[in-house]
Structure formats: structure tokens, C-alpha cells
């Protein structure tokens, strides 16, 4: 069964820029899978960052953008903050019309 | 503003049910599709349900089909996830979504679900 996979850390200077990445054990990832990036602290729920590959959701700041890189879904944090430390998760669409995440990123700002 | 408040979490036993609620408002309930996301404790999001704007259209992850159920009461702004069969790997914090383009973009804070004999 083809299971999303993402990096399971990364670290990140502040005023850094990183790119999260979201694959597929078999296959590309492209905009027919819709990709949505969710940031989450611990204790919290989820937060929408981007939906539908790149479109940011509301009051998300734009140092945050979705991509597609090769064949991967991408999120780019520029200028990152020490508040930008979090677990980040994508969530694909898939053609069956079921969805699934990511195991997650928990990125480090130091 | 955009709220989603989750409800009927609680204690249950191997085997047994139980029906989460999420109640939604500052929105057009009866225009969005809505999904419900899990996360077992220390655990990554995992995603279990859709279901269409006019609650008839429904997908399932594998690991609750058959055993979950979600429905949608638009003249009541509320959605439900009935989970049968309950199993301790059903141990979560359960959150409902708003969909929006194929992703959630409002989510609830979480019922809490515990499967223990």
C-alpha cells in the first residue's frame, strides 16, 4: 500500500528558510492529489497553512508557500520565527476519493 | 466566525459504541463536505471520514470502514461519527474538519475517545 512520507525532522536557523517535503512510496505527487500542509503544537489542534497545493488559508502569513518540487508536495517556511517550531503534517487526496496524511515533520528553530 | 465544537467523547469497553458530535456554526453547514481526523496519543493525524456536503457521498480510511459512520444533520448544523466495534487501538483524540478544496480549513479542538476494558 503506497504511504505518504514525509521528513521525520529538520532543524531550521531563525530568519532561516526550509522546505518540507510530502512523497509517495510509489509514485509522484502532483496537484491531482491536493495537497494541504497543517502545523500543530503540541497539546493544540490542527492549524490549515495551505490547501489545494499552494493557496494559503486565512491569516496565514506568506512566509509560508506550497509547491510542487519534482515529484514531491513542498512547504517553504521563509524568515522562520521560533513560534514556527511544530509538527508539520500533509494530507493528500487520492484517486479512490479517501485522503491520508503524512506521518509528520517536527521541525526544530535554533 | 467559523466554530466547530466537538462532543460525546468519553470511556468505553472492547466491542462497545459510541457517537461523536461536532456542531458547527458560522458557516453555510449545509454547503460543505466535512471529514473526521483522529490522533492516538504521542501519534501523528490520521484521516477517517468524508462526507459531502449533502451527507451522501461518504469515504472511509480502511482501518474504520465497515465499523464507522459518519452522517450529517443540515437542518441541525451537526455531523456524527457512530463508531461500532470499538477496538483500544480506537484510542484517540478525534477532531471534525471543514473541508474546503480537498483539505480541512476550520477544525474543532477534539473529543477524546478511550477503549479500555
Known amino acids: 500500500q503506497t504511504v505518504v512520507t514525509q521528513e521525520p525532522s529538520f532543524s531550521v536557523s531563525p530568519g532561516g528558510t526550509v522546505t518540507l517535503t510530502c512523497g509517495l512510496t510509489?509514485?509522484?505527487?502532483?496537484?491531482?492529489?491536493?495537497p494541504s500542509w497543517y502545523q500543530q503544537t503540541p497539546g493544540q489542534a490542527p492549524r490549515t497553512l495551505i490547501y489545494?497545493?499552494?493557496t494559503r488559508s486565512s491569516g496565514v502569513p506568506d512566509r509560508f508557500s506550497g509547491s510542487i518540487l519534482g515529484n514531491k508536495a513542498a512547504l517553504t517556511i521563509r524568515g522562520a520565527q521560533a513560534d514556527d517550531e511544530s509538527d508539520y503534517y500533509c494530507?493528500?487526496?487520492?484517486?479512490?476519493?479517501?485522503?491520508?496524511f503524512g506521518g509528520g515533520t517536527k521541525l526544530t528553530v535554533l | 466566525q467559523v466554530q466547530l465544537m466537538e462532543s460525546g467523547g468519553g470511556v468505553v469497553q472492547p466491542g462497545g459504541s459510541l457517537r461523536l458530535s461536532c456542531a458547527a456554526s458560522?458557516?453555510?453547514?449545509?454547503?460543505?463536505?466535512m471529514h473526521w481526523v483522529r490522533q492516538a496519543p504521542g501519534k501523528g493525524l490520521e484521516w477517517l471520514a468524508n462526507?459531502?456536503?449533502?451527507?451522501?457521498?461518504?469515504h472511509y480510511a480502511d482501518s474504520v470502514k465497515g465499523r464507522f459512520t459518519a452522517s450529517k444533520d443540515n437542518s441541525d448544523n451537526t455531523l456524527y461519527l457512530q463508531m461500532n466495534s470499538l477496538r483500544i487501538e480506537d484510542t484517540a483524540l478525534y477532531y471534525c474538519?471543514?473541508?474546503?478544496?480537498?483539505?480541512?480549513?476550520?477544525w474543532g479542538q477534539g473529543t477524546l475517545v478511550t477503549v479500555s476494558s
Open positions: 474538519g471543514k473541508d474546503l478544496n480537498w483539505g480541512c480549513d476550520y
Open positions: 458560522g458557516f453555510t453547514f449545509s454547503k460543505s463536505g
Open positions: 462526507i459531502g456536503y449533502d451527507g451522501r457521498d461518504k
Open positions: 510509489s509514485g509522484s505527487v502532483s496537484t491531482s492529489n491536493h
Open positions: 489545494n497545493t499552494n
Open positions: 494530507l493528500l487526496f487520492r484517486t479512490d476519493d479517501t485522503w491520508v
